[in-house]
Structures are given as C-alpha cells and as structure tokens.
C-alpha cells in the first residue's frame, strides 16, 4: 500500500482520547483527552500526526512522521513525544498492509540494559475512526502494552 493512497483516510482534524499505561503502577491508566492533526506533506509522500495529552497536570506533545518509497510495503518513521524521550528521534522501520494498516518498530537506551523496543500500530482509519497502540517490547521479546490512543474525525 501506498502512503498517498491512503491520506484521504488519515488527514485531517483528530479529538478523543490519550491512555498512557505504566503496567508496573498498582493503577497503571492515565487517560486524557487528545487533539492531533494529520497532514500530508512533500507532494503527499509523507504523513505527520501531531498529537497532545496530559500527565499530571501537565501538557504533553508528540509528533509521528511516516513515509514510504510509495512502491514497497516497506515504511520509515520518526517518533518524538515530550514525555517519554530524553531529546532523541526515535527512528522506526516497519510496515504497510494491503488494508493500509502500519506498524513500526524502534529502539531506545535503557541503563544497565540491553536495549528496548518500541512498537508503534495503526490500524487504517475507519468510519471516521483513528486508533494508534503503542507496545514497550523487552530485550527478550516481551510486548507491554503502554499507549492507546483512540479519536474520531472533528
């Protein structure tokens, strides 16, 4: 699947929800409302998805720009939020499907350990529906679940 083949789906203006999970708290869910903007950029070729959250108060800001060489199935992807990352672009690789669904995965530092993984899955948008999971993957391949954000098309 293409990238510009699927920016009618995807751009626009976003509202809902923002559930950031800690699964090592005893109440891991923090939900917030969330606002995000979609747009196509570079002829098309690429999407950014800027998105907004709280946690404790206090505003966040994450930015996912996704492309494709528009031939493979093959994406690339730039991840940045404000809450979680030290300043570092979290640089994934991953998929589209023939449904236009993605999946990226990247990595980070982690002290005194092996690195993490991070998995980013969005399902296509549907009936005006927007869904992205987000996965903290462990050095031995185990997935926690640690974002689910859902919004419908303003």
């Not at 999970?21 to 969330?34: A, G, H, K, R, V």
């Not at 606002?35 to 709280?54: C, P, R, S």
């Not at 899955?121 to 679940?145: H, R, W």
């Amino acid at each position: 699947m293409k990238i510009v083949d699927l920016n009618s789906k995807y751009v626009g203006q976003w509202k809902g929800t923002y559930r950031l999970i800690l699964s090592w708290l005893p109440n891991p869910d923090f939900i917030s409302e969330s606002h995000m903007e979609i747009k196509a950029v570079a002829n098309g070729k690429f999407l950014t998805m800027t998105y907004d959250w709280q946690h404790d108060g206090l505003d966040q800001h994450g930015m996912i720009l996704i492309g494709n060489n528009n031939k493979q199935f093959e994406v690339t992807a730039s991840w940045v939020d404000s809450w979680g990352m030290s300043g570092k672009i979290m640089n994934c690789f991953g998929t589209v499907d023939d449904e236009g669904d993605i999946s990226v995965t990247g990595s980070y530092e982690v002290n005194n350990s092996p690195d993490w993984g991070w998995r980013i899955e969005i399902p296509c948008p549907t009936d005006n529906a927007l869904q992205i999971k987000m996965y903290n993957v462990s050095p031995e391949g185990q997935d926690f679940f640690a974002g689910d954000a859902n919004y419908s098309k303003v």
